[in-house]
């Protein structure tokens, strides 16, 4: 009778356990143990610093017991349960107190200060003297500090205008939130301009083409995005702003009207040009003269993309092609080469590859300028989105005084010899580089080198010119230009320029001359503002023979034997505009035709 006490007494623990268990649940289920405002406020959280304050920085939570006053832990716990802050330790509440009698706030961090892992965690109050524990599951906190990653994954059409018909943006990573729509343009000096935004849906946008209600001018446009996410943490596509190269892919927007593209190599004289015209479907005029006078040659009208445009039936020359489409205009240039057989000593070549790598359009749709000055890659073959290109009133000055004085020249292009299209170096006495080359593929730099070494001769007119590489070869929409190399420090005849010097109003005046290329002159130079020194030539046997500069050190006009030929390089920005009034410059350039004509 003994021996069964304590298992009567263990029968009757369980029993009573079982029932305690079966209340317990009941009340949790049917009288909830507190009340008020058991929910956190915010339910996402960033411990990280916002620009929203500390509102999104903590969550409070507050209550008040609903049937008996006790003393209350309050934690949080992970997922797993683990306890990673104790926000109270026997702290006394009241009873039926009807407004929150505790307030907890927790600021996402540990108990060791530092910041919790991003994920979900729940509020946990243990009741002490009931020995009863309330877990908050139903209405968690989650630590966010990762800012939303938007991108933009299409824009179409990215060509515009197109019959008003807006651009639809599609983006992606912005946790279903609204967006604001960040419109750059990119290619203006001084980097990305914002120029528009406004706020899209969280599918998507529609952006009408417009910057303060007005048409947005001919130009490149990338569409970013700014995104704010529910713990007040922003995120924004491009992650910086200039983007990385290759971290906007079809984010591009190009805004034309109007744009030509023409050929970039001489097509001979008395020959149909065929300008590739972009007038937005539709209808443009057109105007031919020659760059040096205002006379027009030949007019017409049209709307269909290809435009064949003959050319006079005279000697080589520069030609400008006018076109206009209601308030839109632009100018492009074209180049006759002489009729076959027109005997120039002297061909004189146009930097059409500096045009095109200095030309600002966006070839692959990442709403960046493709150009060789930001590292390419560039297509050889597309409109020159601001018409004429920079350098060319000077190269066309240079002309307009060839054909006043009578002097005669065949002209090409850098492209034409590439490609070996129109006229070539083989034939000439002297080559006259009428612009800035600021790059060169290495087959046509070596065939330079080769035709001065062999006895032809060179005038180079370009500032900071033939120093840099670049590889010209077939792509899927015609030649491209790709990989440029940064300036060496001499150029490929063995000159070393210096940086340009400004606010220069010192003479140029005639150093040394056994070439004779200054006989003629008076021996001093004026009205250059700039000039580009070259301080030493560096080729095999070169000593500069002909100078004049500032002072010895500092010479801007030298010529200088390499192998049986010569070079001459003039570093005075605007030269060709100084020959309409300057009688020194005239007098060097007819002297030097007759010196490299030998």
């Known amino acids: 009778m003994v021996k069964r006490l304590p298992l009567a007494a263990f029968g009757t623990l369980v029993v009573a356990t079982v029932g305690a268990f079966f209340v317990t649940q009941h009340l949790k289920v049917s009288t909830p143990l507190i009340a008020g405002f058991p929910q956190p406020t915010p339910g996402t959280i960033s411990p990280l610093e916002t620009g929203c304050g500390r509102a999104y920085r903590v969550a409070q939570l507050s209550f008040y017991l609903q049937h008996r006053a006790d003393d209350v832990d309050v934690y949080i716990v992970d997922q797993n349960g683990n306890i990673v802050r ?3 330790s026997g702290r006394h509440m009241r009873r039926g107190v009807r407004i929150p009698d505790g307030e907890f706030p927790w600021n996402g961090r540990e108990d060791n200060g530092t910041i919790a892992p991003d994920g979900t965690y729940y509020y946990r109050i ?21 800012p939303p990653r938007p991108i933009v994954t299409s824009v179409s059409p990215s060509l515009i205008p197109v019959d008003g018909t807006p651009v639809t943006i599609h983006y992606r990573g912005n946790e279903h939130r609204f967006a604001t729509v960040q419109i750059y343009r990119t290619d203006l000096a001084g980097g990305p301009r914002l120029v528009e935004h406004f706020v899209g849906k969280p599918s998507g946008a529609a952006w009408d083409g417009k910057i303060d209600h007005k048409p947005a001018p001919a130009g490149t446009y990338l569409v970013g995005l700014r995104v704010t996410d529910s713990a007040c943490n922003t995120g924004t596509f491009p992650a910086t702003i200039p983007p990385a190269r290759g971290s906007t892919a079809h984010a591009g927007v190009t805004v034309r009207y109007l744009a030509a593209e023409p050929p970039l190599h001489s097509v001979p004289a008395g020959s149909a040009a065929v300008v590739y015209v972009d007038s937005r479907q539709r209808p443009y005029r057109w105007a031919l003269r020659r760059a040096d006078a205002k006379k027009v040659l030949a007019h017409g009208a049209g709307r269909a993309v290809a435009l064949r445009v003959r050319l006079p039936a005279t000697d ?7 076109l206009r489409s209601g308030p839109h205009r632009t100018v492009v240039p074209l180049i006759a080469s002489s009729p076959r057989g027109g005997g120039a000593k002297l061909l004189v070549v146009l930097p059409a590859l500096t045009w095109q790598g200095e030309n600002p359009v966006d070839d692959d749709g990442d709403g960046l300028p493709n150009t060789l000055t930001d590292g390419g890659p560039v297509n050889i073959d597309r409109p020159l989105a601001n018409g004429l290109p920079d350098g060319f009133a000077d190269e066309a000055a240079f002309l ?3 054909n006043k004085a009578h002097l005669p020249y065949d002209l090409t292009t850098d492209l034409g010899l590439i490609a070996g299209t129109g006229p070539v170096l083989t034939g000439h006495r002297g080559v006259v580089l009428a612009g800035s080359e600021l790059w060169l593929p290495a087959t046509l730099s070596l065939a330079l080198r080769t035709y001065v070494q062999d006895g032809g001769h060179v005038l180079s007119l370009g500032i900071d010119s033939l120093r840099r590489g670049v590889t010209v070869r077939a792509g899927a929409q015609g030649p491209v230009a790709l990989d440029p190399t940064d300036p060496a420090a001499a150029d490929i005849f063995g000159a070393q320029p210096g940086p340009l010097v400004a606010h220069n109003q010192e003479l140029i005046l005639v150093g040394e001359d056994r070439l004779g290329i200054f006989s003629t002159t008076s021996g001093a130079f004026r009205g250059f503002s700039s000039y580009q020194p070259f301080t030493t030539v560096v080729s095999p046997g070169g000593q500069i023979a002909s100078a004049a ?9 030298i010529g200088f034997p390499v192998g049986r030929g010569l070079v001459v390089e003039i570093g005075l920005p605007g030269f060709g505009a100084s020959l309409a009034a300057n009688p020194d410059t005239q007098e060097l350039v007819t002297q030097l035709w007759s010196v490299l004509s030998r």
């Open 86 to 88: 104790t926000l109270a």
């Open 316 to 322: 080589a020359g520069l030609y400008e092609l006018a």
């Open 400 to 402: 307009a005084y060839l």
């Open 549 to 557: 500069g500032t002072s010895r050190s500092t010479s801007s006009i």
């Open 126 to 146: 243990a009741l002490l003297h009931q020995g009863r524990t309330v877990e908050l599951t139903g209405t968690p906190v989650v630590v966010k500090t990762a």
